[in-house]
């Protein structure tokens, strides 16, 4: 546990840079002024020192999350991670921390002012949470300062990467950039000053904004300005005549430098007595009633407008902060010193992302070009063919989106025998494939029914135009279960053959998303098995009607069974090693905090059953501990694709592991996946593809790289590879397998082509 005097020690290191303009370091003048117009209710500053406690048998979500994001920090540090790949992992972190504010911690923030105590499951009170977790961040914020600054700064530097503060630049490059600042920048800012006739200005979830205190040279009230940085411009600004992207020095300077060097040009004749940079992060998560709702894209839309006020979780800003302006802030956002983090460097080091675009392929990863699954030939009029005798697995990105699930998708909308497609459409892209085949297929005259989850976090807007669009086509759009966010990624495809109809059926682990199928790994199983596909047919009329149908015997469904069946197939393998038989599970998952799951895994680890979770984010069981989990090993992979893949297996007694069962979809392993959304869970029957799925998950558990071994505390310790053993991380030697599989292929085809021809 975490102290309230450690939580509010940690002291990041102080940044130092040029200014034209003073800072004053202790408030004079008139204080801010109180927001009058605000209907909230008074922040409740934390100030209770949470109490130390033994580790119980659950371990706490929120600082399980917290713990992968150090994890991925850990790749900043990665010498043998590329230099803009750590740069791009840097910019992951921020953004990864930024999303947990908005989602999180305004729920902590209700629990501790609503009355009564509320409690987690390992029984931390929200204030020991919260104070814990600010503990934590912290200091992972301090370390991801020293990483830039003294890392990857003096490495890009070294690469002809220059990022320079204001002091750095030639007199030649500061009159470049006040020439760009007057010609660009300039015309496009607009101060905003508190004064009884100009309210506080509203502050916008992650702007960039300097609070400015300024004086009239005849009085001494002090007045606070407020001056938005447009997000119209880069962060970092090419120094050279014509910005180039291609290979060789550059010198860049942050939009910061530019604009704090350039105030007085904003406020003539004013005094300007001092200035600071911040950023707010508002929370995201909006109560919602959906029950008593008419019209659920209605509501979505009125919650995205709602969305854009929601309360200030968290305050950030620079070194040495003016004291009357950060006051003035806490004033007017309501916000306390425990929302507030001083920052040494950078307020977002997800500006870092633009370096990505750097032709500089010697400081990136090799490019990776999915392959085509080997099943799958040039001709598209064959897939149908090919899955009316066998079901397909593919194993993204390191075989073809594109090739696969985008081109069935696409035969389905241009092939006269197909009469209808059903799908459900969780997130995507811009302009996508997808949805112009479904618009396609209804334009066409086919049947064409979609569900958009409008619910799905910070892809609302985007669902709610594509929804839209789709409706003015013909495409029969619906919006899923009131209640329920539906998060199950499944396509059913119904087509004319001979005297009758045949369906075929996709289902898997990511969204129907051919940009994040470049960077997240994911499983999909195409089938066209009357067993499968008939109950995924039931599952949109139950998506898209009011089907309360209850009795599947293939798919897993939640909220209906999905974790009934789970558990009892987590009981038989208790039962198996109880009559002595070698007994073995492994799950491998985003997500692992349902309570009931963990303690079904604990008896069967008592009972000797083997387990091993491979669990990417959140794991809240702890391994390891005598008498409880001896059996449970548990692994996070944190590499170069995002893990995203849900794959469980269970032995059942055999000695062949692909006489196992095998499940994979779109559900993790939390109490929100069986209760509050419809997923889908499918087996994976053919023998070969069930193999196919052991080595899978084999290789996951036997390459150390890039790989995390859980402690019973909740910690982590990097693997290290074996002396002797091959450093690979899994991905790496999965890529490795699929090229070779890519290379074997193409030497056979090439000697079938190289063999004589034979004259009959």
């Not at 500053?45 to 999350?65: T, Y």
């Not at 992968?68 to 590329?82: C, E, G, M, Q, Y």
């Not at 938005?228 to 939009?255: N, Q, Y």
């Not at 979770?613 to 989990?629: A, D, F, M, N, Q």
Request: glycine share 4%.
């Amino acid at each position: 546990m975490i102290s309230r005097q450690q939580a509010m020690s940690t002291k990041p290191h102080l940044w130092t840079k040029a200014s034209a303009c003073p800072i004053v370091a202790s408030p004079s003048g008139n204080m801010p002024r109180k927001n009058k117009s605000s209907k909230r209710a008074p922040r409740i500053q934390v100030k209770m020192q949470p109490p130390a406690s033994p580790l119980g048998p659950l371990l706490n979500r929120e600082i399980a999350w917290i713990r992968f994001n150090d994890r991925v920090l850990s790749l900043v540090a990665d010498p043998t991670v590329p230099l803009l790949e750590r740069i791009r992992f840097l910019s992951i972190f921020q953004s990864n921390l930024d999303e947990f504010f908005m989602k999180r911690i305004g729920i902590l923030r209700r629990r501790i002012a609503s009355p009564g105590v509320f409690r987690s499951r390992d029984g931390m009170t929200a204030t020991e949470q919260f104070l814990a977790i600010r503990g934590m961040v912290q200091e992972m914020l301090k370390r991801a300062d020293l990483l830039f600054s003294s890392d990857l700064r003096p490495e890009l530097n070294q690469q002809g990467i220059q990022l320079l503060d204001w002091a750095s630049l030639t007199l030649e490059e500061q009159a470049f950039a006040c020439r760009y600042f007057l010609e660009a920048v300039f015309p496009t800012l607009t101060p905003l000053s508190v004064d009884p006739g100009h309210p506080f200005p509203f502050i916008s979830n992650q702007s960039l904004s300097f609070a400015i205190r300024i004086q009239h040279p005849d009085r001494e009230e002090n007045l606070f300005s407020r001056v938005k940085i447009p997000e119209l411009f880069p962060f970092w600004v090419d120094l050279a005549p014509t910005p180039s992207p291609a290979p060789g020095p550059t010198r860049r300077v942050s939009i910061l430098d530019i604009v704090s060097n350039n105030l007085s040009l904003l406020f003539p004749e004013m005094k300007i007595l001092g200035f600071m940079a911040f950023r707010v992060t508002r929370n995201m998560e909006i109560e919602r009633d959906e029950e008593n709702v008419d019209d659920l894209l209605e509501m979505i839309e009125q919650e995205l407008r709602e969305r854009k006020f929601g309360e200030v979780v968290k305050l950030e800003h620079g070194p040495r902060p003016d004291p009357w302006l950060l006051e003035f802030l806490h004033k007017e956002l309501e916000t306390t010193e425990d929302d507030t983090y001083e920052l040494a460097h950078y307020l977002d080091f997800s500006n870092l992302s633009a370096l990505e675009q750097l032709k500089r392929p010697d400081l990136k990863y090799p490019i990776w070009n999915p392959v085509n699954p080997i099943e799958l030939g040039d001709d598209a009029a064959d897939l149908f063919q090919l899955l009316s005798t066998k079901d397909l697995l593919t194993h993204h990105p390191y075989e073809s989106f594109s090739s696969s699930v985008e081109k069935l998708i696409h035969t389905a909308a241009l092939d006269p025998n197909v009469l209808a497609i059903k799908m459900a459409l969780y997130r995507t892209q811009e302009n996508s494939p997808i949805v112009e085949s479904l618009i396609q297929a209804a334009e066409s005259g086919k049947q064409v029914a979609c569900l958009v989850e409008l619910k799905a976090r910070f892809e609302e807007q985007r669902n709610v135009q594509w929804a839209k669009k789709m409706e003015d086509s013909g495409v029969h759009v619906v919006y899923g279960v009131v209640g329920l966010k539906t998060h199950c990624k499944v396509l059913l495809i119904v087509r004319k053959e001979g005297p009758g109809l045949r369906c075929y059926a996709h289902t898997g682990t990511g969204n129907y998303n051919n940009q994040t199928a470049r960077c997240y790994t994911d499983l999909g199983l195409m089938t066209s098995r009357p067993e499968i596909t008939n109950e995924i047919l039931e599952v949109f009329n139950y998506l898209t009607g009011r089907s309360l149908k209850r009795s599947y015997n293939q798919l897993w469904v939640s909220p209906i069974h999905l974790k009934s069946q789970l558990l009892a197939q987590i009981e038989k393998e208790t039962v198996i090693a109880r009559s002595g038989q070698p007994a073995r599970i492994i799950f491998k998952c985003n997500n692992l905090e349902d309570s009931d799951v963990c303690h079904a895994l604990y008896r069967a680890s008592e009972a000797g059953v083997e387990i091993d979770l491979i669990v990417r984010s959140i794991c809240t069981l702890r391994p390891g501990v005598p008498g409880l989990s001896e059996k449970i090993r548990v692994l996070s992979v944190v590499d170069r694709f995002l893990e995203h893949s849900r794959l469980y297996y269970f032995s059942r007694g055999e000695s062949k592991p692909e006489n196992g069962s095998f499940y994979l979809g779109s559900a993790d392993l939390m109490s929100r996946s069986f209760m509050g959304r419809v997923e889908v869970l499918a087996p994976v029957h053919d023998s070969n593809l069930r193999r196919r799925c052991y080595e899978i998950l084999s290789i996951f558990l036997s390459h150390s790289a890039q790989s995390w071994r859980m402690l019973s505390d909740g910690n982590y310790e990097r693997l290290l590879p074996s002396e002797g053993s091959d450093p690979l991380s899994a991905q790496q030697a999965l890529m490795n397998l699929v090229k070779k599989q890519f290379v074997d292929r193409e030497m056979m085809e090439e000697a079938i082509r190289s063999l004589p021809r034979v004259s009959h």
